[in-house]
């Protein structure tokens, strides 16, 4: 039998000082107004991060104020929708309950007529 070794991950490195070139995936990221490293790197990019203009401190307390006030609101909304579901699924669990315990009822019950018809037929048999 042949063993193969596996051979070790070659780590590759990058060999340039520029940043990677924007890709495909890269320009679908950045049409659904998301980041990379790549767009990022762009001239583009670049340039205009040098221009954003940067906000007062009470702006920027103001737009924290109003990001929080969000995410609280954002967490609340899902606090009462994780709250029905756990009610939710403790009724189904008593539900199950219930009804593992009325087909071992039922399986009983049966098993008792079918022991009742066994013995009625044996008796009739000896007759």
């Known amino acids: 039998m042949h063993k193969f070794k596996r051979s070790r991950p070659r780590i590759t490195h990058c060999e340039s000082d520029q940043p990677p070139l924007p890709t495909l995936i890269d320009a679908k990221i950045a049409h ?7 767009i ?4 583009e990019s670049l340039q205009a991060s040098k221009t954003v203009p940067t906000h007062s401190l ?4 103001e737009q924290r104020t109003r990001e929080n006030g969000r995410l609280r609101h954002e967490l609340a909304h899902q606090q009462r929708k994780q709250a029905i579901e756990l009610s939710t699924l403790e009724k189904v669990g008593r539900l199950v309950a219930e009804l593992r315990h009325t087909l ?3 399986k009983k019950l049966e ?10 037929g044996a008796s009739e048999e000896a007759e």
Do not use: L, P
């Open 40 to 43: 990022e790197s762009t001239k």
């Open 104 to 106: 071992r009822e039922h």
């Open 58 to 61: 009470s702006e920027i307390i």
């Open 32 to 38: 659904n107004n998301g980041t990379s490293v790549a």
């Open 111 to 120: 098993a008792v007529i079918d022991h009742d018809f066994g013995k009625s």
